[in-house]
């Protein structure tokens, strides 16, 4: 996710060239107000109307899962409903989902590092609360809509649930909490967080935590400390994705060593098109793939095309010095230095890709890891403005068009569009022997030092 939060957009990861920072209104810096402003893009070519319908007939029958969306946030911090349309302003709501044919929808439970206790004064404590009850306000969201619109939604814990919810009709609710912080370094925590359905955690965000390394920041543990290889058992005895989005290399690495289960990256692109370390190098993609894992695609244009993320470090040190000013002038206003932060970028728009990027990474991955082995993280509503060609999470249908029109075959589309997904999703719980084993029972006790 990029946005999350009205933390300011500034530039993310201070870190060197190759790991640059994301642009400022990159990810999770998200435009909970109106979607900020991509460059106007030009002419779509004539579509092929036969193939169109073919792409579309194709995505209709298709198990599609998107593995990451940030429309949880919104809807706690604003209020808003996602019955409510909102086309132009956010990228996500209820009709939009189903015009996009999603079955299985991971609504990303996303702990901003503000919450972490080392972040938290006294006085947030009383009145914020920390990274759990960060968590459980956004899970409690998603609850929520699926009661009040149970035609429409379904939660869904399982692979099965996801077949249902296909059968139904309707989108099945998936929950991933993002930032391992949220446990609050608890296995106890982590059992609890199954128990209300989350099925995935990202063991990081861009913050280092107190057992596993980031990708945008300070490394500690030279991947997982040994209480990390502790929680990713867990997370295997539990029937929980290990999600390797956001982790250092030798974090993912360690993870790919210790878990006996698929990992998934729920919005990760691959870093041979975008140098940037949110993305997954050729080595670790083969490593997910002898895994069994899904690397589910990203679709910021920073992390799907390199001109974009250079243009935007560009302009991250371009404008550094009008950024600090405003800091110093609304550094006591959070909402309004967001605010004007979001028009300095406004006016100095980075330029954008294509679609196309987004078949690109796909095709990459399937070349590297294989086909079984790629999938969807688009990452909608957790960043700034998306590529040309895809406005939201309606015109899904477009990706599936790409692919077909690149020569994928029906039984690959699927496969990419979900089918990937549940396959990993049901070795997980066959890892886990879901039907047997007790969650907290059998649960590891283990403390961190």
């Known amino acids: 996710m990029m946005r999350k939060s009205l933390r300011p957009l500034l530039p993310l990861c201070l870190l060197a060239a190759a790991a640059a920072p994301w642009p400022a209104g990159a990810p999770k810096s998200h435009a909970r107000q109106t979607q900020t402003a991509a460059p106007q893009p030009a002419p779509a070519p004539a579509r092929d109307e036969r193939l169109w319908k073919r792409a579309l007939e194709i995505h209709r029958k298709a198990v599609v899962v998107d593995g990451h969306n940030d429309i949880t946030e919104i809807m ?3 209020g808003y409903d996602l019955a409510t349309p909102s086309a132009g302003k956010y990228h996500t709501d209820l009709a939009r989902l189903k015009q996009g044919g999603v079955t299985g929808q991971f609504f990303s439970v996303y702990v901003d590092r503000k919450y972490a ?11 914020e609360g920390g990274s759990a009850r960060r968590a459980l306000d956004l899970i409690d969201v998603v609850y929520r809509a699926a009661e009040k619109y149970p035609q429409d939604i379904s939660m869904a814990y399982t692979a099965d649930d996801i077949r249902r919810a296909k059968k139904q009709r309707k989108v099945a609710a998936l929950l991933g909490v993002e930032g391992g912080h949220a446990i609050e370094n608890s296995l106890s925590a982590l059992r609890e967080f199954y128990r209300l359905g989350v099925r995935y955690m990202t063991l990081t965000h861009n913050n280092t935590n107190s057992w596993a390394d980031a990708c945008c920041d300070e490394a500690r543990h030279g991947g997982l400390s040994e209480f990390g290889r502790e929680v990713v058992r867990e997370m295997n005895r539990l029937g929980m994705f290990v999600d390797v989005s956001h982790v250092s290399d030798e974090t993912m690495s360690d993870v790919l060593e210790v878990t006996t289960a698929p990992v998934i990256a729920s919005h990760s692109s691959a870093r041979v098109f975008s140098n940037h370390k949110r993305n997954i190098p050729d080595d670790l993609l083969r490593r997910i793939a002898k895994n069994g894992g899904v690397v589910m695609i990203n679709f910021y244009p920073a992390f799907l095309d390199e001109k974009v993320r250079q243009a935007g470090l560009d302009r991250d040190a371009r404008l550094k010095p009008q950024r600090d000013a405003l800091s110093a002038q609304f550094g006591g206003d959070p909402k309004r230095l967001q605010e004007e932060l979001q028009k300095l970028n406004a006016a100095n728009p980075l330029p954008n890709t294509t679609l196309s990027m987004i078949v690109d990474h796909i095709d990459h991955v399937a070349k590297v890891a294989g086909v079984d082995h790629v999938g969807l993280g688009s990452d909608f509503d957790g960043i700034p403005f998306l590529p ?3 406005r939201d999470v309606a015109e899904l249908p477009h990706v599936t068009y790409e692919l077909l029109r690149r020569g994928y075959s029906e039984r690959d589309i699927r496969k990419i569009l979900g089918g990937n997904l549940l396959r990993a999703f ?24």
């Open 117 to 127: 206790a080392k972040e938290r004064t006294p006085e947030q404590f009383l009145t």
């Open 426 to 449: 049901d070795e997980v719980e066959r890892v886990a022997r879901l039907p047997r084993r007790a969650i907290s029972g059998e649960g590891s006790t283990r403390r961190l030092d």
């Open 388 to 390: 040309e060609g895809i």
């Open 76 to 78: 706690v911090d604003t």
